[in-house]
């Protein structure tokens, strides 16, 4: 037997996430695999013991070659898993930001030269050298905070070449960076101005040509839609995402942010990997999501940030046996964070999720979000070996201490990156 | 002319923050003094020059042993100051906060060993060593975030050798710490188990033998009570912070946290130096602290700790020409945090204020708030040379960018400390 690579000891807590493949639901989502005095072996990039030090340290001795990181007493947990970031953008939009506060309306922000289609402008005229940058910078201070793993998504292009432009990045990104990436293509993120007077018909060049060209380049795993009053119905949604399942693209929805409007019974029928934001989900819909196994992503920085206090009704969730993830919704605009650590404080603090319940959705629970539950978002054999060593000693502690970053080092794919 | 012995140039945008004595008020709160292209001279710990880098330079060359610190086109801004924190305790109750998110009420959690007295017990538990060590840790991660002066009250020993003692840490951390600390006794901060049963007993306590003896130790510069339902009347309060102006301590009240219990106007009567919370005060109660010149001191970030979403009114005390500084409240009870920053992003998300009115708030109105606006909080000539240089060049990112840490250096009385 090999010796290992890395050597994880001395854990106070340590939380394995271990159980059946698949996501936790219900109470479920309160069953951390909490080791007292734990310890995780790997070897390569797999993890081949994770639990009691005394079991792992006699099955795999460390060698005089072996790295060896003394988490003395704190806790360790599987890295953290951010499902939905929108994380390459050319600029930020703090000016809108500051416009909102003062109680601008949408419109004026618009004609202030705020919205998505801000992000379009900037995104089309930005190099792709300029997208790189900004990206690895995100994904560096993402990877700082504690997350392993980050889906990005397209949707600042809304035309061929700027889409494909968006996702080469992401792909160099994930090749590049330490932190894994699963790509989606969310070319139905907004109208473009130059098919604002012919909606259907940028549809079809979205289901049409986009969706063919960015498939057969492998530039995308899921494809997205935003599902929205306003934006793209329920039936062009539809066309969108069976287009995208056509060509073997996952679905994903951004559902009911602002509006009851079908998404999460729309993200049910089509048998979506997840369904994004659910702050205005019907009885109905959180149902029909509980029944399909569809995964819910709930964005609370995005509620804060755009100044809201109604929050997705997680625990309505959880009560009916959805399985509830957790993200970022990093993006310039209506979520500047690349923190996944302040999501877990709005998590426990205005969603009412236990601490135990918001460590399950941004990591397991978030893993299958992004059809990765079988690689990471546990500590279990033949995982990735990615965790967080943290500068606390109770779990309890990482929602409760708040606004401050408690990592105390990343392991990714075995081996210290942060 | 004395050579400087620190510049820093290139302020893309440099927040001077100068104006007349005394806090900014209604539309004043969005005058931040920003110099495009700025630059700061320092002499020792005092400042010689702020303003346009040109007249800063040309009157203030640098000479061979001047720290010169190139801001690369970056936001400067006063040192943060936090005007309320509770930065001296023996123990996280994260074990607490966990059971808040269950929906265990108040009760509950103090039979489970929670609240003020839990902290109570482990503080008159503790050494004094243990408590320095976590103090010192705790004021480290504030300078970390950018805050350059802080109050820190006592208030968990609730009897005269534990108060000493706290207070005796709290002069230790201000000899020894970077951070400038203005001590608060709050000796009146929840009646202890063994006086529950005579709570007039405790006020002649608190007024007759512990306020006389920490003013004699040269011990505390304000004095603080919390009014409010349940704990210190009106009567009480004001009973215990007479004592305090007659022995020279400033008065602070814990005012209006939960009720409408008259504390701003009680604030108002006194002429105290501050009223903290105020998440439910009066109308009668905000003009009481307009027309008195009160600083009102707000905590979003207890609020949202609480898992509440009924803020302060902070637009209405704008409004009503209130000066109005922001704090994080650090505790380990019900805000554990050491960041103004994400204080900063709650109040522009939740509080409605500017990023301009928020930067105020956590300057130059702060240092008000603790009776330092002659010293601290803004950027002028003969002013501490205490400073922030940011990570950003807006510096309405600075609330916009949340949930992580957005200082690049700290310059604490004209030395690099952070």
């Known amino acids: 037997m090999a010796a290992p690579d890395l050597i994880v000891q001395n854990a106070g807590e340590l939380l394995t996430l271990g159980g059946p493949p698949g996501p936790r639901l219900g109470a479920g989502m309160r069953e951390l695999g909490l080791v007292t005095g734990g310890a995780v072996a790997a070897v390569g990039e797999r993890i081949v013991a994770a639990g009691p030090e ?176 306003g934006v793209f119905t329920v039936d062009q949604s539809r066309a969108v995402l069976e287009a995208g399942l056509r060509v073997g693209l996952g679905a994903k929805l951004h559902a009911d942010e602002l509006h009851a409007s079908g998404g999460a019974e729309l993200a049910a029928e089509l048998g979506a990997v997840s369904a994004d934001h659910l702050v205005c989900a019907s009885d109905e819909g959180i149902r029909a999501l509980a029944r399909s196994g569809v995964v819910a992503v709930l964005l609370p920085g995005t509620t804060l940030s755009l100044g809201k206090t109604a929050f997705a009704p997680a625990r309505k969730m959880i009560d009916e046996g959805v399985a509830v993830a957790l993200a970022t919704d990093c993006n310039p605009g209506s979520s500047m964070t690349e923190s996944m650590q302040i999501i877990l404080s709005l998590a426990s603090m205005m969603l009412r999720m236990t601490p135990a319940e918001a460590m399950t959705a941004a990591t397991v629970n978030a893993a299958c979000a992004v059809a990765l539950g079988d690689e990471v978002g546990s500590l279990g054999v033949g995982k990735l070996c990615d965790l967080v060593i943290w500068e606390v000693d109770d779990h309890r502690a990482i929602p409760y201490h708040y606004g401050v970053n408690l990592v105390r080092a990343v392991v990714k794919r075995g081996r210290v990156v942060s």
Chains 1, 2 share one sequence.
């Open 54 to 229: 005394g079991e792992v340290l006699s099955a795999f001795p460390p060698s005089a070659d072996t790295v060896v990181l003394d988490a003395a007493g704190a806790v360790v947990t599987p890295g953290l898993v951010d499902p939905h970031t929108h994380a390459v953008f050319a600029r930020t939009r703090e000016g809108e930001f500051a416009l909102r506060v003062e109680g601008k309306s949408y419109e004026e922000i618009a004609e202030a030269g705020g919205g998505i289609r801000s992000s379009v402008r900037s995104l089309r005229a930005a190099s792709s050298d300029d997208l790189l940058a900004r990206g690895r910078a995100t994904l560096d201070a993402m990877l700082a905070h504690g997350t392993t793993t980050a889906e990005v998504k397209s949707g600042y292009g809304l035309e061929l070449e700027a889409e494909v432009k968006t996702l080469e990045v992401v792909r160099e990104l994930a090749k590049t960076h330490a932190i894994d990436v699963a790509p989606t293509f969310l070319g139905a993120h907004e109208f473009p101005d130059e098919w604002r007077d012919d909606r259907d018909g940028y549809v079809s060049l979205v289901v049409d040509t986009m969706m063919p060209a960015v498939a057969a380049a492998g530039l995308a795993r899921f494809c997205d839609v935003f599902c929205e009053e």
